[in-house]
């Protein structure tokens, strides 16, 4: 028997134990080895009544009863017990799946005789560890099953219950899984009072495969490993109550499972952004939190973060779940004794107009790892870019913007124009006679050419030192580098290619002139960097990224395929034997037409047929002739009329699909920018230019003053009529920047500064039109637009 511990700890411990085995158990063991193949199901069912129990027992090292009377002086003998009165484990199991309690009548009896336990190797499921109080759980009828009571008073009289109840799946797959798990994912209250009530572990933890948040195949569900998490995930609130209040052992809110995940984290992670998901996890979510802010003390439960160092905001913001994000960043609680749990608090109203304080803390980047921050560079999310437009980051983001984003990126574009246009005269200008390097004869233009020239190669390599920081720092993913960071990438290959140009340029060779030439027109396409700094032209851009990612990409690896097969056929039918030495005339009448000669001769005639300028004159004494026709006009069904067509139909349907998000797709482009141009700024200009203000918004769940760093967000709300608000003040407006600007002069730099703001917003909220795939059609353009 198995030495019964006497702590309170939560999970079941055991010292060393032996099992009784008998003739039955030895029985039991053997079943299998007539079909045992040495191999077990990796992935075997939680249960089925379809499949049965496996019988490939591993080896288990117990004491033999038999073994007892031989011993001297010892005066055990081994139970006497009739055959229809054994219980193996397929009986107590095939019991269990019918409720046939009277089955199990004598189970207690049999226990005691034998000395045997429930949780013996010989009554699991090898594959899995299931015992019979799980296969029980996995049985019911009505809600209940009959022989659950017989099987916890046996294991009680037997002095296991803890092990017993809390004996868990041993499988990878299911590992950790047990009753309670079990009774909570059956949704019945009431067994899960009878498992508390018998010495269940509330903090059991559910951590194999199958519970698991990442998978290479097939199907899972991760809920946060603990029964509390599965109740909140499932939507089981009088279970979640009955966890956290009962006469036993109740649930710790900041429980952590494997990942370091609370309950707050698994509900986010279990958010899909559907409507009736999220108007579940938001409500469960905020029951759990006022919960916690009822402990003594109260429990900060939004500030834990998981192993990773994700706060639940900052998980939500990294995985892309928009609308249980958006609701933790816009939550607003009006009951007074929660008032304190809110990030959002409505300073004044007028009409539909809101003024609303915004709670910044861990949001902005003045704190380290700040939901900014997870979003633009941290995460890997497809949709992070309908974060980015959410309030307050919207305003937030547009006021760091005009206050000194827009100064820093406007003289960087100023210095980078500069910079491509001494890079263009100093290319256009280069010596033409001669081999590099080229002296200087002290003239003034070789003088101007030597600045130039060094100009360039800093600039390049300045360009090129920042790009290894960036990719070192930021280390992008694929994804992010096709969604925000393929600049980047250009700018990395203008250096790289520049640089080579000068190293070839000192070695002496002509071959700079091209990687040069190449490296100016980079540095030109990358001017449209700079077109993120305005509205119009950044959408456009993105307009243009995306359809080169997602149309032409695609063309082009379909047209090559063409191309080259196409081009390779030609070649191989116009071969022909070598022209005899002498026959002058032949060869030269011979050779009129298009030549077709060589692979890379035919790819450029068949591009001409491509864009429309092709010759269909050649070779009129091919011995083929009439099929090479065949192929040439085959060609320019395929590629000019098939695929050039289809490469413009998908390009408009593109612009139209993305013409309402490339918007958000610029303001995501442009956050990076204003976040990366941040990061250079000395501390004390952080600090002088941070947005918001110190406010006290109320008192906290300790009834000590509650100060916030809030941002002020002026918001058009026609739906929140007849709301009750936080505060109401008599005069609506932001009265300490109407203060200020009585004091202004209105001629001077703070009113232009002020005019420039108030058109920068004004194109901030104009709407964005689609483009139209058929211009002449003004009624279908209006509809898009």
Not at 146 to 169: G, H, M, Q, R
Not at 580 to 587: I, P, Q
Request: with cysteine; net charge neutral.
């Amino acid at each position: 028997m198995s030495d019964s511990d006497s702590d309170d700890s939560d999970s079941p411990k055991r010292g060393f134990s032996l099992e009784v085995h008998d003739n039955d158990t030895l029985a039991a063991f053997n079943k299998g080895d007539q079909i045992n193949d040495g191999k077990k199901d990796k992935k075997p069912p939680m249960d089925s009544s379809h499949q049965k129990e496996s019988d490939k027992f591993d080896v288990t090292i117990g004491i033999n009863i038999d073994f007892l009377p031989q011993i001297k002086g010892n005066g055990t003998k081994p139970p006497d017990i009739d055959p229809s009165d054994v219980y193996t484990r397929d009986r107590i199991f095939s019991a269990v799946a019918k409720d046939d309690a009277e089955d199990l009548a004598g189970l207690q009896e049999y226990l005691q005789k034998t000395m045997k336990l429930l949780t013996n190797t010989e009554f699991k499921d090898p594959d899995t560890g299931k015992t019979c109080l799980l296969k029980a759980m996995w049985n019911l009828k009505n809600g209940m099953n009959e022989t659950i009571p017989i099987l916890l008073e046996a294991a009680k009289k037997s002095k296991n219950l803890k092990e017993f109840v809390n004996a868990a799946y041993s499988n990878a797959y299911y590992k950790g899984q047990t009753a309670l798990h079990i009774a909570i994912e059956k949704r019945n209250l009431n067994l899960v009072k009878l498992l508390m009530k018998n010495e269940a572990d509330v903090h059991a933890k559910a951590d194999g495969i199958f519970f698991q948040k990442k998978k290479k195949k097939g199907v899972s569900f991760y809920f946060g490993e603990l029964p509390l998490s599965l109740a909140a995930c499932t939507n089981q609130p009088d279970i979640v109550n009955y966890l956290l209040n009962n006469p036993y052992k109740n649930a710790h809110l900041a429980e952590r499972d494997t990942h370091g995940n609370t309950v707050l984290h698994a509900l986010v992670l279990v958010a899909d952004d559907t409507e009736e998901n999220t108007k579940m996890v938001t409500k469960m979510y905020d029951d759990i939190l006022k919960k916690s802010s009822k402990l003594n003390p109260p429990v900060k439960l939004e500030e834990l973060a998981n192993w990773d160092g994700l706060t639940p905001i900052k998980l939500a913001a990294k995985m892309g779940k928009v609308e249980i994000f958006k609701h933790i960043l816009q939550r607003e609680v009006t009951e007074p004794e929660y008032n304190h749990l809110s990030r959002k608090f409505t300073e004044w109203t007028y009409g539909p107009v809101h003024t609303s304080l915004y709670d910044l803390s861990s949001v902005d980047t003045f704190e380290q790892d700040s939901v900014l921050e997870t979003i633009v560079f941290k995460s890997h999310a497809e949709n992070r870019h309908k974060m980015i437009i959410l309030e307050p980051i919207n305003q937030l983001l547009q006021e760091k913007w005009d206050t000194f984003a827009s100064k820093i990126f406007y003289l960087k574009f100023l210095i980078y124009f500069l910079y491509m246009i001494i890079f263009t005269v100093t290319a256009y200008n280069r010596p033409l006679e001669g081999k590099p390097p080229f002296p200087v004869e002290g003239t003034s233009s070789d003088s101007l050419r030597l600045i130039g020239e060094i100009i360039i190669m800093f600039g390049g390599v300045y360009i090129f030192i920042c790009q290894i920081v960036y990719f070192w720092k930021r280390r992008p993913t694929l994804h992010v580098l096709m969604m925000d960071g393929y600049f980047e990438v250009l700018f990395f290959l203008q250096s790289a290619i520049l640089l080579c140009s000068g190293l070839a340029y000192l070695a002496g060779s002509e071959q700079y002139v091209p990687l040069m030439v190449f490296a100016l027109v980079i540095g030109w396409v990358n001017m449209l960097f700079y077109t993120r700094g305005f509205q119009q032209t950044g959408i456009y851009s993105v307009m243009i990224q995306k359809t080169i990612l997602r149309d032409m990409l695609r063309f082009l690896l379909v047209y090559l395929v063409f191309l080259l097969g196409f081009a390779a056929a030609l070649v191989t039918l116009t071969g022909e034997a070598p022209q005899k030495a002498g026959n002058e005339t032949d060869a030269s009448q011979s050779g009129t037409g298009t030549s077709y000669s060589g692979l890379y001769s035919t790819s450029l005639e068949l591009f001409k047929f491509t864009i429309g300028m092709g010759d269909l004159e050649f070779n009129e004494n091919l011995k083929f002739k009439h099929f090479f026709m065949f192929l040439l006009i085959l060609y320019v069904v395929l590629t000019y009329i098939l695929l050039l067509n289809m490469l413009i139909a998908l390009m408009s349907e593109t612009v139209n699909k993305i013409s309402n998000e490339s918007k958000s797709v610029w303001k995501l482009q442009r956050a990076t920018t204003i976040l990366d141009i941040e990061r250079f700024l000395p501390r004390c200009l952080r600090k002088k230019w941070r947005s918001g203000h110190l406010l006290s918004v109320g008192r906290t769940a300790e009834g000590k003053p509650d100060e916030r760093w809030c941002f002020r967000v002026e918001e058009m709300l026609w739906g929140a009529w007849g709301r009750d608000v936080y505060n109401l003040d008599e005069e609506p407006g932001d009265k300490k920047e109407a203060k200020e600007a009585t004091y202004k002069s209105p001629k001077g730099w703070s009113h232009w500064v002020t005019k420039a703001r108030e058109k920068a917003r004004e194109e901030e909220q104009m709407p964005l039109n689609a483009v139209s795939t058929t211009p002449s059609d003004d009624k279908t353009f209006d509809q898009i637009a």
